[in-house]
């Protein structure tokens, strides 16, 4: 029996099953924070693009996250939805009790396998052996749908992992997962594992083997479709590749890389993939995480030519220089200018085109916006939409303050000073304070209205377009007793972005903060 022809579970034996762990170990990323109620349209939005697994989040870790997963659960019309677990039965039961409400629910438990990670809980190998049979068994007593990952699963002895996974799927696991935590492997490696365990243990071909890779040494997706090719069915990924550390595979990647290199790679998902382009940058609004301008598929720079040879080549036959249509992904192939003459329709069918779908409220809202922003440029571009939607998402109706008015004095005779007004919890606050510059002035005011020991580990500045009239997109980074957030915000005028972006990440901070810890650390089964 072939590779390709080996059972893995009752997937179709050409067909890619999509994991998105977005929510779960995207938004375990430093400095990446998404409120309940985006949590909830991030869900929405990978449900109707065909994802076929959202890992919602990790319900033990907080309540917060309980309330997610539950409430995802809920609204989910497509997807399985999964939670994840470690290897205890109180995790096991608080998972089950968020995914049940799902119409088709996962249990998604783990444990670290290979050597140093059996030394965490002090665990020899019969005992961990154990404690996989009881805990899988456990999770399969509640739910007919169980995934398994032995965590660092690639650094882990390959007579143990076969045992291991051997004893995970007689206790009822039906997917199990393959995790390179550390980012460590390589392609052959991870061809090679998957196909050692599909002909080394008994019972690998009832079920579904998926691979989960981390990008720590730039090798994810390549690592993710090798293991596909040698018998994997599921493969776990994030939106723009957001992680831990170096981030983990990206879907867009793997994803247009079955699509464009079918020939060579014989297999489908059931992605709509002109949804992509949407929500990575909604994903990127909400996590506080940019897309890198030269990200493959969704960056900036994906689709830009400047080179002459190529914008010839461009001019005569897309094909040359590009491998895949913008539209295949959701981006419009256009730039159109906008200005201050546009009416709501213009910018209905602009936004559409860029990938967002407005209800008639929210068009209201970013149209208001939109004319202040041509009243300010004369000319209105793709880039400045973008960041416009980036802005607005931002700024959430349940925030705990907003910048309401701000003035600076600055110049070449310090001291250079601020006058604020924030909002806060429906409160107008005002303060006046001094700085070195009109950005610390700006700063040192708001911490006069908002107390807090936050250190700014980032403060970034970079122009939407050209123009001395062009937007300036603001990202700032708080660090807080190892609480890393981030905030975002864009403005003509870099001083306003510069406190709408810090305002967002102490937004950020505050929803942080309110998050609550297990009595034990919780561990990422990355």
Not at 151 to 178: F, P, S, W
Not at 188 to 214: N, Q, Y
Request: with cysteine.
């Amino acid at each position: 029996m072939t590779d390709k022809t080996k059972a893995t579970g009752a997937a179709e034996q050409d067909r890619v099953l999509i994991f998105d762990t977005t929510l779960r170990d995207g938004e375990q990323s430093p400095g990446a924070t998404m409120t309940h109620d985006e949590k909830l349209e991030i869900a929405e939005m990978l449900d109707e693009m065909g994802v076929d697994i959202i890992e919602a989040g990790f319900p033990i870790a907080s309540e917060g996250d309980f309330e997610a997963v539950s409430d995802i659960a809920r609204q989910s019309k497509n997807s399985v939805i999964c939670g994840l677990a470690r290897a205890n039965f109180k995790d096991i039961d608080r998972c089950w009790e968020a995914v049940r409400h799902a119409r088709r629910p996962r249990i998604h438990t783990f444990i670290g396998t290979s050597p140093l990670h059996r030394a965490i809980p002090n665990l020899d190998m019969d005992q961990m052996a154990e404690r996989i049979h009881e805990t899988v068994t456990h999770a399969r007593n509640l739910c007919d749908n169980v995934q398994w990952s032995p965590m660092d699963a690639t650094r882990t002895e390959h007579d143990y992992l076969c045992r291991v996974v051997e004893i995970a799927i007689k206790a009822g696991a039906t997917t199990i997962n393959i995790p390179d935590t550390v980012g460590y492997t390589a392609p052959r490696e991870s061809a090679e594992l998957i196909r050692m365990l599909l002909e080394r243990v008994p019972g690998a071909d009832t079920i579904t083997f998926a691979t989960h890779c981390h990008n720590d040494l730039g090798m994810a997706t390549a690592n993710a479709l090798a293991a596909v090719e040698a018998g994997a069915r599921q493969i776990e990924c994030t939106i723009n590749g957001l992680g831990e550390r170096a981030g983990n595979t990206a879907l867009e990647e793997v994803v247009m890389a079955l699509k464009v290199r079918n020939d060579i790679m014989p297999y489908r998902t059931g992605i709509d993939t002109t949804r992509i382009m949407g929500i990575s940058r909604r994903v990127a609004a909400v996590s506080g995480f940019p897309v890198q301008y030269n990200k493959a598929i969704v960056g900036k720079n994906a689709f830009a030519h400047e080179s002459g040879i190529h914008q010839d080549g461009m001019l005569k036959n897309a094909q040359t220089f590009e491998i895949m249509r913008p539209e295949d992904i959701g981006l419009s192939a256009t730039n159109l200018v906008m200005g201050k003459h546009s009416g709501r329709a213009a910018l209905r069918a602009k936004l559409r085109d860029l990938g967002y779908e407005l209800a008639d409220n929210q068009l209201n809202d970013v149209f208001v916006r939109f004319k202040a922003l041509a009243d300010r440029k004369k000319e209105v571009y793709d880039d400045d939409l973008v960041a416009l939607m980036t802005d607005t998402a931002s700024e959430g109706a349940g925030d705990h303050m907003q910048v309401k008015f701000l003035r600076v004095i600055c110049g070449t005779e310090a001291p250079q000073s601020a006058d604020l007004i924030l909002t806060m919890d429906g409160t107008d606050h005002q303060v006046t304070a001094q700085g070195d510059g009109p950005v610390d002035a700006t700063f040192n005011a708001i911490k006069k209205l908002f107390p807090h020991h936050a250190r700014l580990a980032l403060y970034q500045v970079h122009a939407v377009t050209e123009g001395t009239d062009a937007q300036a997109t603001v990202s700032v980074r708080l660090e807080e007793d190892g609480k890393i957030v981030t905030g975002q915000s864009s403005d003509t005028d870099t001083v306003v972005a510069s406190a709408k972006a810090y305002v967002s990440a102490l937004n950020n901070l505050i929803v942080r903060r309110a998050k609550t810890k297990p009595e034990e650390d919780v561990k990422s089964a990355s």
